[in-house]
């Protein structure tokens, strides 16, 4: 199918994964094909469901855990940027089951998707995922931060 062609391509291009056809599970499997990486100390899983997905794949960044001196201030910050993100593809936040970790749902339009654009923005989120591990993003929005063209300054 296209848009698993076009994953592969996004993916080819952001990290030179090799993502091939035969990398595909069979029918009986999930459907799921996945790839991750790191950025500024942040693991990043760019996944496709390719029996289920159409159109959309997924960016899955890991926020690792809470600060330890602001746990329930920094989880807080991030349920408060669940509520303002409202571009039309949402991303969304969320508590890894295992291990507690925060976690980044960033939804990709691959009919729309450009490589370099979202390498760019996957770079800004895994800054701001270090500065919200290290409490240094306490008393800031987050939302805006996350926003798909999001200007800001990291030290």
């Known amino acids: 199918p296209m848009s698993l062609a076009s994953f592969q391509a996004l993916c080819r ?3 030179g994964a090799p993502v091939s056809p035969a990398a595909v599970p069979d029918a009986a499997d999930s ?5 991750n990486f790191e950025l500024a100390g942040s693991r990043i899983d760019l996944m496709y469901a390719s029996r289920r997905a159409g159109q959309t794949a997924f960016a899955i960044v890991d926020f690792g855990p809470a600060p330890a001196r602001q746990t329930e201030q920094a989880w807080r910050m991030l349920m ?3 509520l303002v993100m409202l571009e039309d593809w949402p991303a969304a936040f969320a508590r890894h089951p295992g291990n507690g970790h925060a976690l980044l749902k960033l939804p990709l339009n691959l009919a729309e998707a450009q490589a370099a654009q979202l390498l760019e923005r996957l770079v800004r989120i895994a800054q701001v995922a270090r500065d919200w ?5 306490e008393g800031c929005e987050l939302g805006p ?3 798909p063209h999001a200007m800001h ?3």
Do not use: S
């Not at 459907?31 to 790839?35: D, T």
């Not at 591990?133 to 993003?137: D, H, K, S």
């Open 13 to 15: 291009e952001i990290c």
């Open 31 to 35: 459907g799921m094909v996945a790839v």
């Open 80 to 82: 408060e940027a669940n």
């Open 133 to 137: 591990r290290t409490g240094t993003l």
């Open 145 to 147: 931060l996350l926003e």
């Open 153 to 155: 300054n990291f030290a």
